[in-house]
């Protein structure tokens, strides 16, 4: 529908040095042009802004693939078009969002500022992004705060290593976060030792597993010899008075490879000669054997089986 501006006489008299009266014509005919004007801007409206007009380094942005990832870098001179490139390291885009003259996973599609670090609506992008988070605005005695973490099924999760005990729709966790936990969140960084990890804890106690640890952080370890577990502290220390054990050699030393780990087997059959005196042969009570070297076993138990073949008339 075409607007009717009246313009003032008064108006229209000074515009024309002072004439005294105006006919209506005069006056219809300029309102026809100010609302030519106005439907020729609705016509050709100015071109809105491409998606990343605005982007610079560091803002969220999710591709088309359903990804969040971070501008990394953004170069305004390659090929003398703009190139905005992504901490996962796929498909570069250029202003526009699109990585190509046709769409593809790698588009973006959104895009927003980074939020103030620390803040909770900074925690939730950096959920996105894939990293666990945890408010540090408290401590409820030598319990840490449990990180929240995106997991399978795009819920928020809550939780430790065994896995999350509570979960959460994404558009709903700032809106349950309490005003004091508006700030305080931080990234949250990956125990030293976890459920499952092999370890070494020193001369005395020998290798074993991690099978536990408590909401207070202490690790149990259950030894490879099968008959004893450890307690340690969460640095690695042992949970003993230094009168009890020298501390260098009951502790958490290091992490062990699957391959490094030393086991305590126990076999027990009769025995026959094997193929040189290197060696004997053990047969067990299913019907099995099992070739044996005599450095593979403990002297009192080498002694024995010597023994045993001596009187046998086999090999010594």
């Known amino acids: 529908m075409n607007?009717?501006?009246?313009?003032?006489?008064?108006?229209?008299?000074?515009a024309f040095g002072?004439?005294?009266?105006?006919?209506?014509?005069?006056?219809?005919?300029?309102?026809?042009?100010?609302?030519?004007?106005?439907?020729?801007?609705?016509?050709?409206?100015?071109?809105?802004?491409?998606?990343?007009?605005?982007?610079?380094?560091?803002?969220?942005?999710?591709?088309?693939?359903?990804?969040?990832?971070?501008?990394?870098?953004?170069?305004?001179?390659?090929?003398?078009?703009?190139?905005?490139y992504f901490t996962d390291g796929l498909g570069s885009v250029d202003v526009s969002g699109m990585a190509m003259d046709r769409p593809t996973r790698f588009d973006i599609i959104h895009t927003e500022p980074l939020a103030e670090v620390g803040s909770a609506e900074w925690a939730l992008q950096?959920?996105?992004?894939?990293?666990?988070?945890?408010?540090?605005?408290?401590?409820?005695?030598?319990?840490?705060?449990?990180p929240f973490h995106i997991y399978e099924g795009g819920m928020i999760g809550y939780g430790q290593s065994k896995g999350y005990i509570g979960h959460i729709p994404q558009n709903e966790w700032l809106m349950v976060q309490p005003a004091y936990k508006k700030t305080g969140w931080q990234l949250y960084e990956e125990p030293a030792f976890k459920v499952g990890d092999w370890v070494d804890c020193?001369?005395?106690?020998?290798?074993g597993r991690i099978d536990q640890i408590n909401e207070a952080g202490k690790i149990h370890v259950e030894m490879t010899d099968g008959e004893h577990a450890e307690w340690f502290m969460p640095d690695g220390s042992n949970t003993y008075s230094s009168n009890a054990a020298p501390y260098s050699e009951l502790r958490?030393?290091?992490?062990?490879?699957?391959?490094?780990?030393?086991?305590?087997?126990?076999?027990?059959?009769?025995?026959?000669?094997?193929?040189?005196?290197?060696?004997?042969?053990?047969?067990?009570?299913?019907?099995?054997?099992?070739?044996?070297?005599?450095?593979?076993?403990?002297?009192?138990?080498?002694a024995l089986v010597r023994e045993l073949l001596k009187a046998q008339g086999g090999s010594e």
Not at 202 to 207: E, W, Y
Request: charged share 25%.
């Open 202 to 207: 020193g001369r005395i106690a020998g290798h």
């Open 126 to 146: 950096q959920m996105k992004l894939g990293n666990k988070v945890i408010w540090r605005g408290e401590k409820i005695g030598d319990y840490d705060p449990w």
């Open 3 to 14: 607007k009717i501006i009246l313009i003032p006489l008064r108006a229209v008299q000074i």
């Open 252 to 302: 958490i030393i290091r992490k062990l490879d699957p391959s490094e780990v030393i086991i305590k087997v126990t076999l027990e059959g009769t025995v026959m000669p094997g193929a040189n005196e290197s060696m004997f042969e053990l047969s067990n009570r299913a019907g099995g054997w099992n070739t044996l070297g005599f450095n593979a076993i403990d002297p009192e138990t080498a």
């Open 18 to 84: 002072g004439i005294g009266a105006i006919s209506l014509s005069v006056i219809c005919l300029l309102n026809e042009m100010v609302n030519q004007l106005q439907r020729n801007d609705e016509l050709d409206p100015p071109e809105p802004k491409p998606l990343l007009a605005d982007a610079k380094v560091g803002d969220l942005c999710q591709r088309r693939s359903g990804n969040y990832v971070q501008i990394r870098e953004h170069n305004p001179d390659i090929h003398e078009s703009d190139r905005f």
